[in-house]
Each structure stands twice: as C-alpha cells, then as structure tokens.
C-alpha cells in the first residue's frame, strides 16, 4: 500500500460518508439487524477490524464538504479500540458526526475528545444518540447529555416512533424538550402487525416475497469495519459484495456511480430505498438507484448468501423472523 493515498472527493450528490469502525455493541436490542461481533452471524462473515491507523489513513483520503461530515457508527462506534486516537489524529478539516447508544463513559469523552471535531453548522446535532426503551437509560442519557452540552458538545437524543412505543416515545420527546434537550423522533420503517410502513420509492424492495435480479448504484459511501465499501446498507450489514476497499489505491467517488447487479432486491435496507427529502429540500430522494428489475433468483434467500438468516430477529415474541424489523433507523445505533 503506498504511504499516501490518492483524494476521495465526493461530488454535490453524494449524501452520506460512514465508517461503521465496530459492530460491536453493548446493547442487545432484540430487533438490532446487526452483526454483533463473537455472534454466529458476525463470525460468518469473517469480518476483522482494521487498525486505526489505516482508518486514520482512510479518513485523511476524504476532501469533504462543509455540508458532508464522516458519520462514525456501527454497532457502537465508541467501543472500536482506537476511537480516540481515530478522533485525534485524522486530518483537522475533516468534521465528524457519532451515532451512539451513549453507554460510554462520558467524562472519559470529554476528557479525551476536542469539541471541535464534532462541531460544525448544521440544522441537527453532530453526536446523535438512540434511545431505545428497555436497553438504555433515558435518565441517564439525559444527564449525559447535559454534561456534555456543558462540555460544549452539541448532542440531540433520537427516539424510533414504532407503534408499540410511540406514546412512551412522544411523552419523552415532551419531557426532554421542555428540559432543553434536543429530542426527535424518526419515522418507523418496516412491517408491523401486517403494515408495511413508511413510503419506498421501489415496490416490493423491503420485506419482498422473493429475491429478484437487478442492477444498483449508490450516493454513500459505506464502510465496514474491514473496510470493506458497499453498495446499500443492507450488503454491508450482511458483509456480501463489496465493491471496494477504502485502502484501495484506484477506490475514487466516480466508483461509487456504477449501477452494479444485484441479486436480493426484496431483502433491500428501508433506510436505502425510502423516499425522503434531500438537502435542496427536493422530495423524492432515495440512497440508491435500482433499474432492470427481472426475473426472481432462485433458491436465493438470507441463507444462501451465506449470512445469518436469524438477525432479524423477533420483536416482542412475534414469530415472523424478518418482515416486523428491517429497519436501519429502528434497527442501529
Ligand atoms: S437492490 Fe436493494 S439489496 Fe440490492 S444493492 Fe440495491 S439496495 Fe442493496
Ligand atoms: S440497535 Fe443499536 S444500540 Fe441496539 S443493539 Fe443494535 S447497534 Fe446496539
């Protein structure tokens, strides 16, 4: 690998750059769709982690807008060993935002963590914590967060409204904002008790009937824990097809606009096919792009991808295995 490595400069369409350094957790939600590490799904997929300085050297790659920070997630980012040399060391330009369950220790954070890596002008919080009920604390969470706004970090709590828990999660949203602290709410995406919700620009892309054969190009750049770089979040949870490594010496943002085949169309992430509003305020903007639809694979479900067909697991003792919680938002950090 030569010391340096050539610019990564994502162009005006390019919405999202993470690297997902762990996806370790230290929370068991039981609808998580990740691949925990030391989990039978996880060991699958042979996955390592890549040691901090290629990370550093991965990072020091990007030339990114002001408007475009590196996302850290997983898993629980902060769990990665080299965390806080990662959020030291990369070049000084480059802004982060965390996505985290906030079970770190948080004067450990403050200690060690300037604020200005996560501080940049941006209409939502760069550190993004989940409140997912029953695994995390939202006392604790709050008191974290008042420490580190105090601290001079600029933190918002994030709550899935899931029907079984939306009144719990709008009562919260009350209570927090009233204290002063950012609390939103997402959108529950996925299938619950027969309803499909939220809106996807592609029929029959989430929780499909069958897998069918098409072509896919991205506007992420996603990177696992190896380093590994993805077309959609859902190849990345499952480790299956990556199309380039974040070292690689030719790996460059004109990659990223290739349509690519893809053969689990119906297994699609909701967070990658939904419809949304773009930064321009341009409704009707999906992470990817599918065209040629055809013809269903055969014999080609979660298990012969080789991945763990039980991560999608069951949700408040429903037997469905996969059809109530493939959700990113509802499903990650
Ligand atoms: S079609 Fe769906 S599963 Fe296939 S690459 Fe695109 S988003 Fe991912
Ligand atoms: S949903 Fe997030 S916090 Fe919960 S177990 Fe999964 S990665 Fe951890």
Known sequence: MPETLPYIKPKQHHNYVAFFLTLSCNLRCPYCINL???GPGYKRTGRKHMEVDEWIK???RLVLRDDLPLSLQGGEATLYSGFYRFVNEVREDIKMDLLTNMMFDVDEFIKKVPPWRFTREAPYAAIRVSYHPGQNNIEELMSKAFKLRDAGFRVGIYGIEHPSIRDHILQTKERC?????DFRTKEFLGEWEGR?????RYEGSVCGDMMRHCECRTTEIIVDPAGFVYKCHADLYRGRNPFAHILDDDFNEDMIEEFRPCDFYGDCNPCDVKVKTNRFQVFGHTSVEIRNIGSPVKNNNLNVAGQAGNIFMPLQGKE???????VKEWGTT
């Open 58 to 60: 991965a990072a020091n």
């Open 196 to 200: 499909l919700y939220g809106t996807f």
């Open 36 to 38: 925990h590490n030391g």
């Open 320 to 326: 469905d295995k996969r059809k109530e919680d493939t």
């Open 177 to 181: 904002t009233k204290l002063g602290i």
